[in-house]
């Protein structure tokens, strides 16, 4: 399974993708809009929309750098939630994740450092995995929608890439939803607008990188020793972005 659209080996200069580079850190900003069936059968991702930021310094740089990459990712958050008619939508954010696993604890961490005093429209939720609660993710997403009237979904979680050089330094924004533990080959049933008949949101960080690279078996590796550390930095990130968009 790859998460990360710009590692499947599909062209998609053809379908119009884009790239450049930001003004500070090394950043390169990308983004991909797939927009018809064709395109999705091709690329073996769902229609939507793209966009990665690559920040290969950012464990290496102090606080404004952080913050820096959070108002990227904020600008391209604004500029879908005015696309998609969202403003002041109803939100749930869903923090995907094992808690007892540091590289699987980027939804988690996230969640739990928004603060939702000042956000009267958003709620938020981190609902465990499958084997410590016995109830599925999507039947906890799809419960909480219907009975709180929820207009708009934003999930994160911790993503897989084939690349070192990408462990926690790729940030993925799509609106085509996720599927929980794709990283792992779950058959969870995915959250997206398709299922729930409202956008849904994804923002994802490579924090594990398939053994495959390395000619292993299908098990994961997981990312280095600084891992608390590395996911605490980009939590900070996902969540001072989102506390801002959702004011």
Not at 90 to 98: D, E, Q, R
Not at 209 to 230: H, R, V, W
Request: proline share 3%.
């Amino acid at each position: 399974m790859i998460d990360l659209i710009d590692e499947c080996s599909c062209d998609f200069l053809k379908m119009g993708y884009k790239k450049k580079k930001a003004d500070k850190y090394g950043i390169e900003l990308l983004s991909l809009h797939i927009k018809d069936e064709s395109q999705s059968l091709e690329s073996g991702f769902d229609i939507g929309d793209y966009y990665i930021i690559n920040a290969p310094l950012v464990h290496y740089l102090d606080e404004e750098s952080l913050n820096y990459l959070s108002l990227l990712l904020k600008k391209r958050l604004k500029f879908l939630i005015k696309k998609y008619n969202l403003s002041k939508a109803k939100t749930l954010i869903v923090g995907l994740g094992n808690p007892e696993i540091w590289a699987d604890r980027l939804g988690i961490e996230t969640c739990n450092s928004i603060d939702l005093l000042n956000l009267n429209n958003t709620v938020k939720i981190c609902p465990n995995v499958y084997f410590e609660t016995g109830i599925k993710t999507f039947d906890i997403v799809y419960s909480l929608v219907k009975n709180l009237n929820i207009k708009f979904v934003v999930l994160i979680d911790s993503l897989c890439t084939n690349s070192i050089a990408r462990l926690g330094c790729s940030l993925q924004l799509t609106t085509t939803g996720m599927t929980p533990g794709s990283a792992v080959n779950s058959k969870s049933k995915r959250i997206c607008q398709k299922e729930l008949h409202i956008p849904c949101f994804s923002l994802g960080v490579p924090f594990m990188i398939n053994a495959k690279t390395f000619n292993f078996n299908n098990e994961l590796l997981l990312s280095p020793k600084d891992i608390k550390q590395n996911i605490k930095n980009i939590s900070y990130v996902l969540a001072k972005a989102l506390q801002e968009v959702m004011k």
